[in-house]
């Protein structure tokens, strides 16, 4: 047997692609557990030593850049949210900034509709390291952990599921601001959780932080130098774990990041610990920004950009006025058109910097939607990481990059 | 079809870099394919260390062609707090590829992130890398016809029908047509052919 694409192409989980005296290839994937989706990595292995790992990836390929292409500018964000499947919000939110930037309607974004946008994303950047730690913890051994951080995780897409109406992909952020007001009950339920936070990190913390079989299996391993972490393209917590502080909300402040006081979590080592430590950290960062967001909400305000052109009317003026009823109908069955530029809009997601360079020509779809997508970077450093190393933490150094698939193929 | 949603895409002499300057999101710097690495190593050298990006766009009826868009980031190759890296600079190179024989430089040597980004620009534009160390697809499957994100690429119709789809004779485990093997199979299909064998209640068995 040789290692032909073929070969590769045929080879289930752990079928062995070829053996050469001690030497083996073997395949990984695409349905493994401990590879978090659908990565096929083909290893050669010299007993339990890896010595060189690729990885194959393009099994979740969807399209969606090229979907969003050939939809409204309004639209595009319903695909675009389900590219980062466990970041709907910050997807949402980044093409939203991006595409009004194009609009020029920045700085017209009502100051409410902002603290809900910061309040929607930090939130769903705990639950996203909530996924994060849990099957991060099953890869270790821990299975408790899944069931403590999907406790924390469910009070959080309940409350998105108030606010927007879904769970996973509300399509809550919308071009100009958000689409509803938070409703009656939704503060009481966030103050509940904001409460009773503090004591589940102490919690996570007291099992996991510790405990001597996670820092066996994390410390040292999977090491990244500041150096490589940059020259891999590494960002998000993957990169603070190698000593490098660079954060979007802190470098490039969007949707009003400069009004809050958080920290940047940064550790020095760059190990698999070093990862985990950074995101624990961040999930209680993040719900710093929570509380100080939902200090805000108290006032009420206007949630949506006061500009015909882009804001769908509310449904009671549909009914009194003909204005009103011709702008709802021009943006629901044509959008509205976009001024030609370019423009790359960051932001910080739970994984790294994700970006859109948006093109518009003039027209009411955008010309390209280009994902700067933080996992596929991340992943890539995979294959700087692993060889030298136990194929058992290999397993380890997956999970402490944190990659979502969804957003790895698109 | 109403009027605003014609695509009036073909033919369009667009350079989009040059049409905003109010968006002061990057330093933008357009460079021809042949100057492309002199200007990339010259940005490395003035600290712009880590390649967030490598993209392409296809402007249909332009030419060049396509983009190919780099988006740069400076920032320390040390540990640093948030301070000392304070505002980074952006930087945005673009190079224009002309719709014959697509091709550029490779930065795979200068940045190893640039790697997959690259296959990504040839799997779904067509354009090469010269020197890329392993240039095949990424996303789409091996022997797919075409370039899906080519502005000439039909999403659907005739000739979108007629592109061959390996997809899942390539990809996946089992070529296609291969019948279950081994005990489980077996036991499988005995229980299916007792079943067969079986009269449902009420009818005669012929």
Redesign the interface.
């Known amino acids: 047997m040789s290692v032909t ?1 073929e070969a590769v ?4 989980t752990l079928d062995v692609v070829e053996v050469k005296g001690n030497a083996m290839t073997l395949s990984m994937g695409p349905q493994h557990p401990s590879t978090h989706g659908v990565l096929q990595v083909v290893v050669e292995v010299s007993g339990e030593i890896v010595e060189k790992a690729e990885m194959e ?3 979740l ?1 969807t ?1 969606i ?2 979907t969003a292409e ?1 939809l409204f500018w309004t639209q595009a964000g319903t695909v675009i949210e389900r590219m980062d499947y466990l970041n709907p919000l910050g997807n949402e939110l980044t093409y939203t900034l991006a595409v009004e ?2 609009l ?1 309607v920045s700085d017209r974004i009502p100051e409410r509709a902002q603290s809900i946008r910061v309040l929607v994303t930090e939130l769903t950047r705990i639950a996203s390291h909530c996924v994060w730690l849990g099957t991060g913890g099953i890869d270790l051994g821990a299975i408790s952990t899944f069931f403590y951080t999907f406790d924390i995780r469910e009070d959080i897409l309940d409350l998105l599921e108030q606010s927007g109406g879904a769970r996973m992909h509300p399509h809550y952020i919308r071009i100009g601001g958000v689409n509803g007001d938070v409703p009656a009950g939704f503060l009481g339920r966030l103050d509940a959780l904001i409460a009773k936070f503090p004591q589940r990190m102490r919690e996570l913390r007291a099992l996991l932080q510790n405990n001597p079989i996670l820092r066996d299996r994390m410390i040292d391993v999977g090491i990244v130098s ?2 490589d972490a ?4 590494l ?1 998000g917590p993957s990169l603070r774990a ?6 979007v909300r ?3 402040p969007y949707s009003g990041y400069e009004k809050y006081a958080f920290d ?1 979590p ?1 550790r ?1 080592d760059g190990d698999a610990y070093a990862r985990f430590l950074v995101r624990l950290d961040e999930m209680e960062e993040a719900m710093r920004i929570v509380g100080q967001v939902r200090k805000e909400l108290d006032t009420s305000g206007p949630i949506m950009i006061d500009d015909p052109k882009i804001a769908q009317p509310p449904k009671e003026a549909i009914a009194l006025s003909m204005e009103a009823l011709i702008h709802h109908f021009k943006i629901v ?2 959008s509205f ?1 976009v ?8 932001t910080e997601s739970p994984r790294g ?1 994700l ?1 859109y ?1 948006l ?7 955008p ?2 939607v ?1 994902t ?1 997508p933080p996992s ?2 991340n992943l ?2 995979l294959k ?1 990481m692993v060889p030298g190393n136990l194929i058992a933490d290999m397993v380890v150094m997956i999970g402490s990059l944190d990659p979502v698939f969804g957003e790895v ?2 | 079809m ?1 009027s ?2 014609a ?3 073909a033919g ?1 002499a ?1 350079d ?2 040059a ?2 300057p ?2 002061a ?2 330093e933008i710097f357009r460079v021809a394919p042949a100057e492309l690495r002199a200007k990339l190593l010259l940005l490395r050298a003035e600290g712009c ?5 490598v ?4 402007y249909l009826g332009r030419e060049p062609r396509y983009d190919v ?1 780099y ?1 740069l ?1 400076a ?8 301070a ?5 600079r ?1 930087v ?1 190179v673009l190079a224009g590829v002309p719709a014959e024989a697509p091709m550029l430089p490779t930065v795979c040597d200068l ?3 640039a ?2 980004a690259e296959r990504e620009i040839y799997d779904l534009f067509g354009i090469s890398f010269e020197g890329h160390p392993d240039l ?7 022997g797919w016809e075409g370039h ?2 080519r502005k000439d ?1 039909p ?1 659907r119709g005739p000739a979108r029908e007629a592109t061959p789809r390996p997809a899942f004779a ?6 296609a047509g291969t019948p279950p093997a081994g005990k489980v199979a077996a036991a499988l299909q005995k229980q299916i052919a007792r079943a067969r064998g079986q009269a449902p209640n009420g009818t005669e068995k012929t």
């Open positions: 694409p192409a045929r080879a289930t990836i393009g099994y390929h399209g850049e090229k050939n930037k194009l020029g500041p150096a940059l020259a891999w393209g960002t190698s000593g490098i502080a660079y954060d802190k470098a490039f940047v940064v020095d069955s044509e058109r001024p030609p530029g370019d423009v790359y809009v960051a910097e970006a360079y093109v518009s020509n003039g027209n009411n779809r010309y390209r280009r700067r596929m970077y890539q450093a700087h193929d698109r | 109403p605003s949603q695509p009036s895409i369009s667009l989009p870099s049409v905003r109010d968006i999101d990057a260390s880590l390649l967030l990006d993209g392409a766009v296809d868009v988006h980031l920032l320390p190759a040390k540990p640093s707090s948030v000392e890296i304070g505002v980074p952006r945005r940045w190893p992130s790697n997959w095949r697809r990424i996303q789409m499957p091996e899906p994100l690429y999403l390539s990809k996946s485990n089992v070529p």
